[in-house]
């Protein structure tokens, strides 16, 4: 089974922190993503990477940032948080090289910045 | 910006009954997935359909791929509360996955 792991559940910082949220997985698959889920919004795209060292923006990509040293390793960043950036941030990746089909998440980080 | 509307919103039924949930678009999708979260956790792959006008079983529950590729179906029979969470229709664009607002469906024994 493929597993993606977040390093943390629940995240509590406070505005003006920087914030690293960090994602692992473990089936050597090329392509990962990163989407924040709020109530009414759905899952909406802040970064992807299709390969090592590689990252594209999504659709909300402002106020974060992304990186990619490592096949199975995909950090998120908060530069500065601000309190809309509390959220439910999920990790994702998926096996077809270049192609987001099929993903596989990891369990969430909830993170409140207050 | 792409759109990828569910219908309906909430679903709240009994142990046993049939529901459908719905999956719209003015878009054309290379493949359609379906996905089921439960509370304080990630979505689960549930099936994907690429075919337009396919159809695919997992147990009891049917998902169906429009004839044009723009919309899907996920039917459930006899639903079980072990059924509850929400439901999430991806479209594959040709860099990203479009997901829809969701579905949250509550079974009651």
């Known amino acids: 089974d493929v597993k993606v792991t977040q390093s943390s559940r629940y995240l509590v910082k406070r505005t003006g922190e920087k914030v690293f949220l960090e994602c692992v997985q473990d089936?050597?698959?090329?392509?990962m993503f990163w989407y924040r889920q709020d109530p009414g919004l759905g899952l909406r795209l802040i970064y992807f990477?299709?390969?090592?060292?590689?990252?594209e923006k999504g659709d909300i990509p402002e106020g974060y940032s992304v990186s990619r040293e490592k096949k199975e390793r995909f950090s998120l960043i908060l530069e500065s948080a601000s309190t809309n950036q509390t959220s439910m941030y999920l990790c994702?990746?998926?096996?077809?090289?270049?192609?987001?089909?099929?993903?596989?998440f990891g369990p969430g980080t909830r993170l409140t910045v207050t | 910006t792409q759109l990828l509307e569910q219908s309906p919103q909430f679903l709240s039924i009994q142990e046993g009954e049939n529901l459908t949930v719905y999956c719209n678009s003015s878009?054309?999708?290379?493949?359609l997935q379906w996905y089921r979260q439960e509370p304080g956790e990630g979505p689960v792959l549930l099936v994907t359909?690429?075919?337009?006008?396919e159809v695919k079983k997992l147990k009891r529950l049917t998902f169906q791929f429009g004839d044009a590729r723009k919309d899907s179906s996920l039917h459930i029979t006899a639903a079980q509360p072990g059924d509850t969470g929400l439901y999430l229709c991806?479209?594959?664009?040709?860099?990203?996955?479009?997901f829809g607002t969701g579905t949250r469906l509550q079974v009651f024994p």
């Open positions: 994702a990746s998926s096996w077809v090289p270049g192609q987001p089909y099929e993903q596989y």
């Open positions: 089936m050597d698959h090329e392509n």
């Open positions: 990477s299709y390969d090592v060292k590689m990252k």
């Open positions: 878009s054309v999708f290379s493949s």
């Open positions: 359909v690429v075919t337009g006008g």
């Open positions: 991806a479209g594959e664009y040709p860099d990203k996955l479009i």
